[in-house]
C-alpha cells in the first residue's frame, strides 16, 4: 500500500463544510476564514511509548491524539475548524490504521472539525503530530497571562484520573467500573471546548492540564507575573479515583498526574455567578481551586496551613512536556 | 534543558510581523489573516534516515525542513505567512540544535515567514514536522486538476540535481564545485515561491516535485485526466549533472531522481511569451519539457520516437513518498 492508497483508504472523506475550498489531494488545502476573526493554530505530537503505550487501543490514540490538540484549542478560548495530522509509521497495520483513523474522525466529528491535509511517512516508531486551525472573535482568545492578585483558580473535570488510569493499564488492573472509568479518562480526553468557548468575559487567563495541575498552574501565573495558592481540600477528586486510590494518592495524583486535558482558569470573585450557570449550561464540573496572589511563588494549602509539595513529577513516560 | 528553556534557547525570536497577535509560549498562536484572502495549509515531515540521511549539516536540514514546505506553497501559488514546527529528537545536541535552528530562520527569514508555534517531543529519531498557513486571493490559487491536452508542459529549474548531490554525499564524493554544486541542491532547494505566484493567470495546473519529475507529471495528470508526452531532448539538465553523471544518466535522475522541489506546471500555448518574462523577471530558468495529451498515459518521446520508460524509483530513501 503506498501513500496515496494508505490517505484513499483511511483518510479521505468527502466533507460539506463550505469553508473548505480543496481537502486532501493536491499539494496543499484550501479554506476560507471567516473575515472577523482572527486563527489560532495548535500543534501537538504524540509519540509511541512516549506520550502512549504502544499496546493501547489504536482508535483511544487516534482520539487522544485529536482530543489533546482540542484541547489547546479549549484553552484558548477558540472554536476549532480545520486540521493537519502528520502520521510517521514504523510499518502498515490495516487493523491499527483503521482503528486509528476510526477514532480521529469521531474526536473530529464530534467537535464539527476536517481533516484537510497532512503527511504520511516511515520511521522507527509511531509519531503523530495534529495541528488544528480555530477562529475566535477579534481580542477575544483566552492567554496565560491576564492572572491577577485576588482572581479565583478554577479547574474544570477531576484532575489525577488520566495519570491513574494510565497506571492501571500498565498494570493491567482493569477488572472493575471504577477503574475503566479512569483509563478512559487517560485514553479519550474530553476536550473542554464548547464550555472554554465561552470564558472570555469572564476569565482573566487559561490554560489546559496536560503536564500536571500544578505545574500547569504554575506556568500560568509565571506568565501573568503572579503567585498562588491551591486549596488541596478544595481539589474535585473523581469517586472512581478516590475508590481506587485513597485520598492522598488520589491529591498527589490530582496535583501531579498529567495528560487531564482540564481547563485551568483564573477569574474576578464577582464572576462566581456566571461561571456556576457556564458549569451547569454545559455540564461540565468546574470547581474554585485557589487564588491567584502576589509574588511569584505557588503553594498549597490544607487547613488553612501551607504544606510542603514538591512536584517531583509523576510522569510515567519521561517525554518532554506537551506545551 | 528542558522543552521550555529549549524552546527559548533556539526557537523563540521577537518579531515585528503585525499578523501576529501572540507567538510563541501560550497554548497556542494567535494571528489575524487578511480578511480578503482565502488560506492555503501544507504540512510535510521529514524523518532522519528516511527523507535525509542524519549526518547531514544541521542548518541543511533546517533550511531543507522549511524549504520542502515552501515548496508546496509555491506549487499552490501561495504566499507563505505563518509556521509552526514539530520537532522529535533523539536526545539532546546543543551545536545540532543550534545549526538546525540557524538553518530553519535563514529560510523562513528568506520568505518573510514567522514560527509561531509548535511541539517538541522525545523519540528514538528525530522527526521533523513543519506546518504552513500561506494566503492566496480567491480562486487564485494553483491545483493539479486543471491541465488540458495540448497544454505545454513546463518545469522549473534543473531536475536530477538533488538525487545526484544526495548519492555523491553518500558516497562521499565532494572532491570538485560541481560536486559540492550538485549537493547543495539537495540541501537547500530553493522554493520557487515568487515565480510560482505570478502564474495563476497563466498556468492551468502545477505540482512540485519531489517524488521525481515523471511520478509528479504523472500525479498532475491523473488528477487532470489527461495524458502527457515528455520530450527528454528537452530536460533541462545542469552543466553540474551533466559534468559529474553524463548524459544517460543525468536523464535518468532529471526523471525519477526525486527531492528537486522545483515546480512543474502546464500552460496553454498562447502564454510562451508571458512565461519567458516570468521566468527573466524572478531569474528562474523556466523549460518546456512537454506536452498534455488526450488519454490518461505519460509518454516519454526522444528524436521523434516513444521511448520505454519505467519510473523503477531512484530513491536512496525507500521511505512513503512526500505529499
Known amino acids: 500500500m503506498?501513500?496515496?492508497?494508505?490517505?484513499?483508504?483511511?483518510?479521505?472523506?468527502?466533507?460539506?463544510?463550505?469553508?473548505?475550498?480543496?481537502?486532501i489531494g493536491d499539494d496543499g488545502a484550501i479554506v476560507r476564514p471567516d473575515p472577523d476573526r482572527e486563527l489560532v493554530m495548535v500543534m501537538d505530537t504524540m509519540v509511541e511509548d512516549v506520550h502512549y503505550?504502544?499496546?493501547?487501543?489504536?482508535?483511544?490514540?487516534?482520539?487522544?491524539?485529536?482530543?489533546?490538540?482540542?484541547?489547546?484549542?479549549?484553552?484558548?478560548?477558540?472554536?476549532?475548524r480545520w486540521m493537519t495530522?502528520?502520521?510517521t509509521l514504523?510499518?502498515?497495520?490495516?487493523?491499527?490504521?483503521?482503528?486509528?483513523?476510526?477514532?480521529l474522525f469521531e474526536a473530529a466529528d464530534e467537535f464539527s472539525m476536517a481533516l484537510i491535509g497532512g503527511d504520511t511517512t516511515r520511521g522507527d516508531q509511531t509519531v503523530i503530530t495534529v495541528q488544528i486551525c480555530g477562529d475566535?472573535?477579534?481580542?477575544?482568545?483566552?492567554?496565560r497571562s491576564g492572572a491577577k492578585p485576588g482572581d479565583d483558580i478554577y479547574v474544570t473535570g477531576s484532575p489525577g484520573d488520566a495519570a491513574a488510569g494510565l497506571a492501571l493499564w500498565q498494570g493491567n488492573n482493569l477488572r472493575n467500573e471504577h477503574q475503566r472509568q479512569l483509563l478512559r479518562r487517560f485514553a479519550r480526553p474530553v476536550p473542554r471546548v464548547a464550555l472554554a468557548g465561552e470564558l472570555?468575559?469572564?476569565?482573566?487567563?487559561?490554560?489546559?492540564?496536560?503536564?500536571?495541575?500544578?505545574?500547569?498552574?504554575?506556568?500560568?501565573?509565571?506568565?501573568?507575573?503572579?503567585?498562588?495558592?491551591?486549596?488541596?481540600?478544595?481539589?474535585?477528586?473523581?469517586?472512581?479515583?478516590?475508590?481506587?486510590?485513597?485520598r492522598e494518592s488520589a491529591i498527589e495524583l490530582a496535583l501531579?498526574?498529567?495528560?487531564?486535558?482540564?481547563?485551568?482558569?483564573?477569574?474576578?470573585?464577582?464572576?462566581?455567578?456566571?461561571i456556576a450557570e457556564l458549569s451547569k449550561r454545559y455540564a461540565v464540573?468546574?470547581?474554585?481551586?485557589?487564588?491567584?496572589?502576589?509574588?511569584?511563588?505557588?503553594?498549597?494549602?490544607?487547613?488553612?496551613?501551607?504544606?510542603?509539595?514538591?512536584?517531583?513529577?509523576?510522569?510515567?513516560?519521561?517525554?518532554?512536556a506537551d506545551d
Open 136 to 143: 475566535v472573535p477579534p481580542s477575544n482568545a483566552l492567554r
Open 256 to 274: 501531579a498526574g498529567g495528560d487531564d486535558y482540564e481547563i485551568v482558569f483564573t477569574a474576578q470573585n464577582t464572576r462566581t455567578g456566571d
Open 90 to 103: 514504523a510499518g502498515e497495520d490495516a487493523a491499527w490504521l483503521d482503528g486509528f483513523s476510526r477514532g
Open 53 to 80: 503505550p504502544a499496546g493501547l487501543d489504536a482508535s483511544d490514540i487516534g482520539y487522544r491524539a485529536v482530543a489533546v490538540n482540542l484541547s489547546d484549542i479549549a484553552a484558548m478560548g477558540a472554536r476549532p
Open 200 to 246: 472570555a468575559p469572564h476569565a482573566t487567563a487559561a490554560i489546559d492540564v496536560s503536564d500536571g495541575l500544578f505545574a500547569d498552574i504554575e506556568k500560568l501565573l509565571v506568565a501573568s507575573g503572579a503567585g498562588g495558592v491551591i486549596e488541596i481540600d478544595d481539589l474535585p477528586l473523581s469517586a472512581a479515583l478516590l475508590a481506587v486510590q485513597g
Open 285 to 320: 464540573q468546574v470547581t474554585k481551586i485557589g487564588t491567584v496572589t502576589r509574588g511569584n511563588a505557588l503553594k498549597c494549602q490544607r487547613a488553612g496551613r501551607e504544606i510542603a509539595y514538591r512536584h517531583a513529577g509523576y510522569r510515567h513516560f519521561a517525554g518532554a
Open 2 to 23: 503506498d501513500e496515496f492508497e494508505l490517505i484513499r483508504r483511511y483518510f479521505a472523506r468527502s466533507g460539506r463544510d463550505p469553508s473548505i475550498v480543496l481537502g
Open 85 to 87: 495530522l502528520a502520521l
